[in-house]
């Protein structure tokens, strides 16, 4: 499973209240959801954003609520996966459920700025920025978890494998 | 090895002797949890898995959120949990009116108590560590997973202790203690860890300080915030619960990653600036800055709308009016503390100096309706999140503080010293 794109940059502690603010929560249709994705950060985002693109950011991505709706809206949005130093425990679950896929690398983090053009093999974890020529070494995802995302998440994930 | 307060609750619900963190496991739930925004989601999500929630006493809806409904998108979504709750013939729904914010009405209503596993389709779940239970914060597949089969799998956590010595001065209180641990360590300064509050110190503070305290854990990027049951739990739980409960401690060699000490006595009143809970600043470092002018204070929701918060920025109120520059909103977390500020009379101290007094709901905390924010706007909130937008507009500006601090500062229009302008104390 590959992934390929350009990146949207962020810094620390970008929390779910801005990649999907509560106002829109009165709806779960992940359509709508996204069409306001990352709003109150980026307001272009969502306008601009293509299949495939990626969003990298700093410490402690997706902090705050529990709201499901956050990585739902990403994934519908185009987003192929989220890099970040780290994440926020409750996002990270939900991404991995509704088959986000999401990677904690600190240099890639670091090393990746807004509008490169980035390679992600899912297999054995390698990130490829291809504006740069610089490559990074993630976690690999285990066959399971790919599985799981092709699938569309948890739930699919599951019932396929009753 | 020993094993910390929240690793034995685990253990026992994963029918295991002994579990170390980072091990993966499968626990029972004693109770699940959502509400009118992450429930409506979770039905279709449970009905690929199941027809019948797995125990009808243990499956909790609270419409709390967007209630009393402020549109037509959030009342067709409380009437698809109001008639799933009907058809499961759920023993816990809690309607408008008999209801309140999630957090406060489960442990008023006794459906939570000690040594119990819950999660909740609510990032501030964690509030319930104040009893002595295991309580996280999980999304709306995690939780639909529980309705459906009771068991869900858990990363067991490392743990930070917190060591609370002596006792709080007056005028501080639960917030003001969280706020100052948030600052010292960090928005994810407990990122996927328990903090496990301990210490003698504990003894001075209320359960319903330790409900502030355990429910913003989660501001510090915690699965779970817990402290250990004493007198003061079991008495809150005689008065509430019927549930029979387990009192889990530590093992003396339990292993923590990080041990913190806290004198309560040195914590001042501390407020969060704009736009993280970390940002602490105390009323000393505030007072020799420019006033900073505010236009908003909200006094309530899921951490500072109980009975004794609300007895604090009653006796605080007393006898002033609301700064002519300033809306203030009161909001009672249940319906029982409602009626019980009635026969106080802290409901006349509030509408007499001026304060809007709203029906129980999570409303302005999450910017959802019933004090919403415009451009530019400040607001001293005494709820759990200043993030960017978190009120209204993007450019309105959130200071989190305590009860106190904040009906001070309704009276001053400025964030203000609760030290000076006084009041009874409670």
Redesign the interface.
């Known amino acids: 499973m590959k992934a390929l794109g350009h990146v949207f940059k962020y810094g620390d502690?970008v929390?779910t209240?801005?990649i999907i603010?509560?106002?829109y929560?009165?709806?779960?249709d992940a359509e709508e959801l996204a069409s306001h994705a990352m709003v109150?950060?980026d307001p272009e985002f969502a306008g601009k954003v293509q299949p495939g693109d990626m969003i990298v950011a700093n410490?402690?991505f997706g902090?705050?609520?529990?709201?499901?709706?956050a990585p739902l809206c990403l994934k519908t949005a185009g987003v192929s996966c989220v890099i970040a130093e780290?994440f926020?425990?409750?996002f990270y679950?939900?991404a991995i459920?509704?088959g986000l896929p999401i990677i904690e690398c600190p240099e890639a983090a670091r090393g990746i700025e807004a509008g490169d053009e980035v390679e992600i093999d899912f297999d054995n974890g390698r990130i490829y920025n291809r504006t740069k020529g610089t490559e990074f070494q993630g976690q690999a995802f285990p066959e399971f978890m790919q599985e799981l995302i092709v699938a569309g998440?948890?739930?699919n994930y599951?019932?396929r494998n009753k | 090895m020993g094993m910390t307060m929240t690793q034995k609750i685990l253990a026992a619900h994963a029918g295991l002797d002994s579990v170390e963190a980072g091990q993966l496991i499968m626990a029972k739930l004693d109770v699940v949890m959502a509400n009118d925004?992450?429930g409506?989601?979770a039905l279709p999500?449970f009905r690929?898995?199941a027809g019948k929630v797995f125990d009808k006493d243990k499956v909790v809806l609270v419409p709390d959120?967007?209630t009393p409904n402020?549109?037509i998108?959030?009342a067709e979504?409380s009437k698809a949990i109001r008639e799933f709750a009907r058809e499961q013939e759920l023993s816990w729904y809690f309607e408008q009116g008999k209801s309140g914010v999630e957090h406060a009405i489960l442990p008023e209503a006794g459906v939570v108590t000690a040594g119990e596993c819950i999660i909740g389709?609510?990032?501030h779940?964690c509030t319930y560590g104040a009893l002595g239970a295991f309580s996280t914060?999980?999304?709306?597949?995690?939780v639909?997973?529980g309705m459906a089969t009771g068991e869900l799998w858990f990363k067991v956590p490392g743990a930070i202790k917190f060591v609370l010595k002596g006792k709080p001065g007056d005028y501080v209180s639960g917030k003001d203690i969280i706020i100052h641990i948030i600052g010292k360590i960090g928005?994810?300064g407990a990122?996927?860890k328990s903090m496990e509050f301990t210490g003698d110190g504990i003894e001075n503070l209320s359960i319903d300080d330790r409900f502030t305290i355990a429910n913003m854990a989660?501001e510090a990027?915690a699965?779970n915030g817990i402290f250990p049951v004493d007198g003061k739990t079991e008495e809150y739980l005689k008065e509430h619960c019927k549930k029979e409960y387990k009192v889990y401690t530590a093992d003396e060699d339990a292993v923590y990653d990080q041990i913190v000490e806290i004198d309560l006595g040195e914590v001042r009143p501390t407020v969060a600036f704009p736009h993280?809970p970390g940002n602490a600043k105390t009323i000393d470092e505030i007072e020799a800055m420019e006033p900073i002018k505010i236009d908003q204070v909200v006094i309530g929701s899921c951490t500072n709308g109980r009975m004794s918060d609300l007895r604090k920025a009653a006796a605080i109120l007393k006898g002033h009016t609301v700064h002519p520059d300033v809306r203030v909103m009161v909001v009672p977390a249940t319906q029982k503390i409602y009626k019980q500020c009635i026969a106080e009379g802290l409901l006349d101290i509030f509408v007499d100096a001026g304060c809007a007094v709203n029906t129980p709901s999570c409303g302005p905390c999450?910017?959802?309706h019933m004090g919403?924010m415009a451009a530019g706007e400040k607001c001293v909130s005494t709820t759990n999140?200043n993030?960017?937008?978190?009120m209204g507009h993007?450019e309105s500006l959130i200071y989190l503080a305590s009860p106190e601090t904040a009906a001070a500062s309704a009276i001053a229009g400025y964030i203000a010293n609760p030290e000076k302008i006084g009041g009874d104390r409670v």
């Open positions: 502690n929390d209240d801005v603010p509560a106002r929560l009165n709806s779960f109150d950060i410490k402690n902090c705050g609520s529990s709201r499901e709706h780290t926020a425990r409750i679950r939900n459920n509704i998440g948890l739930v599951t019932n | 925004i992450t409506p989601m999500i690929q898995m959120h967007f402020k549109d998108k959030s979504n389709a609510d990032s779940t914060g999980v999304g709306t597949t995690d639909s997973t928005v994810d990122l996927y989660i990027g699965k993280l999450m910017g959802g919403v999140r993030f960017v937008g978190r993007v």
